[in-house]
């Protein structure tokens, strides 16, 4: 633990570097920085993907660490693995009672989308009490197109949390369900979603006609400023 971060730094670049199994130990150490530094925990994860065999254990090891940023990172290292057989271990996480954890989990796991259990898994994420964890899974079930998502997300568009609401305007868009032009379009009367974004998903419905009233009422509002 150098307090000096540009050491830091360094040793975990050299280590990424080292494809060295005896480095685990110390790039497990910097997957959980003490300053959270992006730069250094992506080393880390980059120096532990180059080990996949030797990585998986330790970091699913981790995963059971009573300190919520060690699992925090253990679910960013095992992100870079981006093998199949963290599932189980990301839909378990899922379920951890810390919601950074949850976060990174939903993430992760929209590339595994395919895999059986995990759009369930993602559809059940819509109901987490983190609005974090909430709009992340809208963004992964839009992205994927996972056109069961169209009746809860519309749901959502009354969310308390207008960074949910944003989300899951997006992803209705993605998923092309005509019964969401109507909502969107009452969102334009409100301020709590940007009405850029209601008017992308709004054209990626493909309703030329949705799009003509929305455009008019940015137009009248513009005319009263």
Do not use: C, W
Not at 63 to 81: E, H, K, N, Q, T
Not at 131 to 139: E, F, W
Request: glycine fraction near 10%.
């Amino acid at each position: 633990d150098h307090p000096d971060r540009s050491v830091r730094t360094t040793v975990a670049m050299a280590l990424a570097g080292a494809k060295d199994p005896e480095s685990i130990p110390a790039l497990l150490h910097l997957l959980q920085d003490q300053d959270r530094s992006l730069q250094i925990q992506g080393y880390a994860q980059r120096g532990l993907a180059a080990m996949p065999e030797q990585s998986f254990d330790p970091l699913v090891g981790l995963l059971g660490s009573p300190d919520p940023v060690a699992r925090r990172a253990a679910v960013y290292g095992l992100a870079g693995l981006g093998s199949a057989r963290t599932v189980p271990h990301l839909l378990a996480a899922l379920r951890d009672p810390d919601s950074g954890v949850r976060f990174r989990a939903v993430r992760t796991l929209r590339r595994h989308a395919a895999t059986p259990g995990v759009a369930d898994a993602l559809l059940a994420a819509l109901d987490d009490e983190s609005a974090a964890v909430t709009r992340a899974a809208a963004k992964a079930l839009g992205q994927v197109g996972d056109r069961r998502a169209v009746d809860p997300l519309l749901a959502l568009l009354n969310d308390e949390s207008a960074g949910v609401m944003g989300a899951a305007a997006t992803a209705l868009g993605q998923l092309g369900d005509r019964r969401a032009v109507r909502p969107l379009l009452a969102l334009l009367h409100g301020d709590r979603v940007s009405q850029g974004v209601v008017l992308v998903a709004l054209a990626e419905l493909g309703e030329g006609k949705a799009l003509e009233p929305a455009i008019q009422a940015l137009g009248h509002e513009s005319s009263h400023t």
